[in-house]
């Protein structure tokens, strides 16, 4: 871990980037931002930790709980919507059973999450499974690709 | 004998990727190999991706040229490939079967493209097929024999307003960053397209990114900034990508850097990626993301054109109005302004989308009435069904009924109605849908999206929200549409910037036009049958034949019947989730 956190400090030296950039580094590194992560940087860079949390809390980009190894994000845009988006992720949780308030199975192989609008409106409804886009998606072929996921369980994950 | 001229195209935008683009180049590299067709080595015949070309709902599109022959295939998949290599490009006889049709064509027709002229003909990540449709050379022009007045003049009678939304002449905001006595000052492009339903510039970038690169170059020329910032939501994975990758094209070539085409002129541009935050679509709360800080928005004045990026001057230009500037500098303010109404001039970029036919990315002259945009080139709704509104403008946008269509598209014209141009979602809605869950929806958007700096923002479109839900659910009170009538004025008074100040317009323009639905509800009835707290799920017995695939589709085990006897369900145990309407095919199970 120290090393990835050496490299992300270099980089964000030499493009003199902003607290979010580094933020974003982390995230992309780890998959979210863990605390000790965090507070590493604040040392580094004597910058308090509550300035780091204080802006990701603000963006929805970020997350601060680690996440599943598959990736699934729902659109939530006005084209999916009035497509039946709400339907899909219904169906997905309860393909997933996950309860209303918890968005990562307790295997932690799948996350769930939405998204505001991925701008592929004209084939929605709209589903990114591990970043590759599925468009115009029908309940029943969503679920055959998650439970082709759920036999692959214990191999490699590709959600980030 | 004289070699043929072969070029194909493939659609690789998101949505041709989406549907299979990358296979299916594949596929053609592979069969044209095989067939001994050496493509991409031999002038004579080449082969590329490009980007949106519009008709997405058809994709993916491919493009066989053969000696300027042009045809056009739809629906392509990998495997249909060798079929086309055989019998098209080999023994010259187009797969007749697969060629697009009447309303490909009729798609086309009333649209005029200037800003997308380009997109879906070049390849995004060549520098040099931008270079051979006359890329750069609007930039050289300006560089070399115009003064940054004779830019700011030129913009401002081509009548240019921006694209993002709000519609301010272009040309004035580079005039008064001009006059701004700064020895730094900025040039922003706004590609934070945070509107759901809107893909415009997603498309513009991923289609034709060095456009907006020699638009930069322009603008920044113009009010003197020597650094300028593209701001893009991290959601356009692809799109950025292909603007990285056209900045260091761009760089390679010396568009960008120190000393551009010989001159004194020095500009660079950089990248800095959205991390998911709505409001920063507004250009204070842009500034202070790029700062590196939470993106709350401030008050105004002063605009950031005369204290913005760290309180130097700073334009922000949205992505279309910067990809329009090298068409008007290479063809004329006069012809820019031959298009479009009195005090909307040009053209516009739609993202025409929801329960329509042909959904793609449109661009049509202002002024157009949108009911040609529908159905001309809409080819009106997907199931034939009545439309019952278009929504425009996104959260702050407002739904125009079907019985306004002959409104003219246009700033002013949509405003009139009671919703806005915005920066270009279009989402047709059909009867299928409900007006106050629209309105529903949208509010909780602009709830989840409101930053919570100004109070009118962060209480009253949670309350807006809370009425909005009780209702939906059938638990309004008498009143209710006038208190969401009352607070929505309220709010849009006293917020503090664009996202308050336009978030109840949905709710507004749903009350003005379709009240009885909101009526309806309140008498417990959802007209569309959308909200399901409102709806009762029964079996038409004549049409049932007892097939039990309700039964098996029910999570909730409410359906009970004898094998080849009308089934029942009992509303008692049933959750609404739907399943049983979706998998029945006798349209046996009813809904109200």
Redesign the interface.
Known sequence: MEKTLEKILEEHRESEGNIISLLQDIENSFGYLSEDAVNWFSKKLDIPASRFFGVATFYSQFHFKPRGKNIITACCGTACHVKGSERLINGLRKELSLSDDEDTTKDMEFTLEKVNCVGACSIAPVIIINKKIHGKTASDKLLKEIKTLKSLKGGKGEGR | MKADNTTIRVCMG??G???GGAEVLDAFKKELHLAGIKANVEKNCSMHKVGCRGL??K?VLVDVIINDKKTTYQFIKSEMVPKIVKEHIIEKTPVKDWVVGEDYHAFHEKQFKVVLSDCGVIDPEDIGSYIRVKGYEAAKKVLTSLKPGDVIETIKSSGLRGRGGAGFPTGVKWEIARKQDSKQKYLICNAD???????MD??VIEGNPHAVIEGMMIGAYAIGADKGYVYIR????LAVERLKNALSDARKNGFIGKGILGTKFTFDIKV???????VCGEETALIA????????PRAKPPFPVYSGLWGKPTVINNVETLANVPCIIRNGARWFASFGTEKSKGTKVF?????IKN???IEVPMGIPLREIIYDIGGGTESGKALKAV?TG?PSGGCIPAAMLDTPVDFESLAKVGSIVGSG?M?V?DED?CMVN?AQ??LQ?TQM?S?GKCVPCRIGTKRLLEILDRITKGKGKEGDIELLEKLSSDIKAASLCGLGQTAPNPVLSTIKYFRHEYEAHLQGKCPAAVCKELLTYYVLEKFCNGCGACMRAC?AKAITGEKKKPHFIDSSICIK??ACF?VCKFKAVAKE
């Not at chain 2, 397209?193 to 893909?199: I, L, R, S």
């Not at chain 2, 991290?234 to 994975?237: T, V």
């Open positions: 998101t949505g990727i989406a549907a997405c709902a994709d397209e945070g509107d759901p339903g809107a893909f997603r498309s991290a959601e356009y994975p800095k990626l959205g991390a998911g935050a709505f993301s790029i700062e590196g800080q939470r993106g709350m993202a025409l989308t929801g329960k959904s793609g990315l929504q996104g979602g989402v809605l849908n629209m929806y949208f958007f999206e930053c999570p989730c739907g979706d």
